[in-house]
């Protein structure tokens, strides 16, 4: 499946973005689809998944409370709600797709380009 993450921007400390992620290939709905970040000069690291269904997801720490995420699977499409961005939230953000909802990349086998999120003070 190919994955194509967009949506990122400038936005201020306490604003709001809406990633999406659109998917082409294969049947979207027989994947589970994660979120990750990757900060400047740091690693790539959890934000949240989402089940095929859209029954359940898995969220980091450092996003509960802020973040949602979703899926449309008739668009093979998915999304991550960021509300109370932070300049901590800036780098880029990767949409992924694999089988099993986990906090490791390991099952993600297939990832997008990424889109860039900067949160200005």
């Known amino acids: 499946v190919q994955l194509q993450a967009y949506g990122g921007g400038l936005v201020q400390a306490g604003g709001s973005l809406r990633l999406s992620c659109a998917a082409s290939?294969?049947?979207?709905?027989?994947?589970?689809m994660g979120w990750f970040h990757q900060a400047p000069g740091k690693e790539r690291e959890f934000v949240a998944a989402i089940s095929r269904s859209g029954g359940s997801a898995l969220f980091a720490d450092s996003v509960k409370g802020r973040f949602t995420i979703s899926r449309d699977n008739a668009k093979s499409t998915g999304h991550l709600q960021m509300n109370s961005l932070t300049p901590e939230d800036t780098g880029l953000y990767y949409c992924?797709?694999?089988?099993?909802?986990?906090?490791?990349?390991?099952?993600?086998?297939?990832w997008g380009q990424g889109t860039l999120v900067t949160v200005s003070s």
């Open positions: 290939g294969r049947t979207f709905s027989n994947y589970v």
């Open positions: 992924a797709a694999g089988n099993l909802i986990r906090r490791s990349p390991e099952p993600y086998n297939y």
